[in-house]
T-cell receptor, first 112, second 112 residues
Framework: EADIYQTPRYLVIGTGKKITLECSQT?????MYWYQQDPGMELHLIHY???????EKGDLSSESTVSRIRTEHFPLTLESARPSHTSQYLC???????????FGQGTRLTVV | GDSVTQMEGPVTLSEEAFLTINCTYT??????LFWYVQYPGEGLQLLLK?????DKGSNKGFEATYRKETTSFHLEKGSVQVSDSAVYFC???????????FGRGTSLIVHP
């Protein structure tokens, strides 16, 4: 069982609202990632972190921001949600070297 | 940069049929290779992995062999079940960034 958790699982929110998607892991992994998954299933890397106080933007331009104040916590924030942000968001972490990634169950966000 | 190419789906099979999902990769270094599976409404979970040339990863009847000469990591299963219906992702993690790079995913549908 992977020890990485995302909340909420589902969220419906109005346009213009600020939202934070939570992601926590208990494995002590330094590397953490946020992916956006489109309806065609493809995964797009939007943010990643190599450790505390390290955050980088990924391949897909995103209006979201992330923070990494603690090793176990990697929240993603949208300051002003728009319908174009409607998607599935997946959080993942990995250990040393090029070990496998562990994924949370995802947050399905709908902006109306 | 690194990339992963896998066959487009959906792949539709009858129960007990043989499965092959092709995957090829491009990497600047010497990557580790992975297959992940995603069931509806869930995050990805590791199915199998291989870390060096000629390694064979296996799990739950699925197998894949790391072929450096053809830069391939094809997924196979001798007899699929309805419960194998899911989306399968080929991925690599290369030395340097260690950020997982995913293929676009292949949907597998198995009919009774």
């Amino acid at each position: 069982e992977a020890d990485i958790y995302q909340t909420p699982r589902y969220l419906v929110i109005g346009t213009g609202k600020k939202i934070t998607l939570e992601c926590s892991q208990t494995m002590g992994h330094d590397k953490m990632y946020w992916y956006q998954q489109d309806p065609g299933m493809e995964l797009h890397l939007i943010h990643y972190s190599y450790g505390v106080n390290s955050t980088e933007k990924g391949d897909l331009s995103s209006e979201s921001t992330v923070s990494r104040i603690r090793t176990e916590h990697f929240p993603l924030t949208l300051e002003s949600a728009r319908p174009s942000h409607t998607s599935q968001y997946l959080c993942a972490s990995s250990g040393i070297g090029h070990s496998e990634a562990f994924f949370g169950q995802g947050t399905r966000l709908t902006v109306v | 940069g690194d990339s992963v190419t896998q066959m487009e789906g959906p792949v539709t099979l009858s129960e007990e049929a043989f499965l092959t999902i092709n995957c090829t990769y491009t990497a600047t270094g010497y990557p580790s290779l992975f297959w992940y599976v995603q069931y509806p409404g869930e995050g990805l979970q590791l199915l199998l992995k291989a870390t060096k040339a000629d390694d064979k990863g296996s799990n739950k009847g699925f197998e894949a062999t790391y072929r450096k000469e053809t830069t391939s990591f094809h997924l196979e299963k001798g007899s699929v079940q309805v419960s194998d219906s899911a989306v399968y992702f080929c991925a690599l993690s290369d030395r340097g960034s260690y950020i997982p790079t995913f293929g676009r995913g292949t949907s597998l549908i198995v009919h009774p």
